[in-house]
Nanobody, 120 residues
Framework: QVQLVESGGGLVQAGGSLRLSCAAS?????????MGWFRQAPGKEREFVGM????????RYADSVKGRFIISRDNAKGTVSLQMNGLKPEDTAVYYC????????????WGQGTQVTVSS
């Protein structure tokens, strides 16, 4: 059974930083598993934040977070992280990590989410 568990959310002032982590179990993390981060703000649809390929050699980011957020992974530990810098109130959302073997088709496994609130 695949499980993704996010942690690290919380309340931060605008301009501050947070680091989210996602621990994966039940899948061979380094076996061509791409990991993504998504977020959903109240009243809005879930949106893509960024992704990292299985080796960590390729990352992609939404324009809204490019230059501020960094995704990394540790295949030995089965974890993926989202370092968020320069946070803005509009970054407030529930953040989800997701996993897929075929990122061009979408994500198959999702975590329960962690709340990030940025105060102005």
């Amino acid at each position: 059974q695949v499980q993704l568990v996010e942690s690290g959310g919380g309340l931060v002032q605008a301009g501050g930083s947070l680091r989210l982590s996602c621990a994966a179990s039940g899948l061979t993390f380094s076996n061509y598993v791409a990991m993504g981060w998504f977020r959903q703000a109240p009243g809005k649809e879930r949106e893509f934040v960024g992704m990292i390929n299985w080796s960590g050699g390729t990352t992609r980011y939404a324009d809204s977070v490019k230059g501020r957020f960094i995704i990394s992974r540790d295949n030995a530990k089965g974890t993926v992280s989202l370092q968020m810098n320069g946070l803005k109130p509009e970054d407030t959302a529930v953040y989800y990590c997701a996993a897929t073997y075929e990122p061009w088709k979408g994500y198959d496994y999702w975590g329960q989410g962690t709340q990030v609130t940025v105060s102005s």
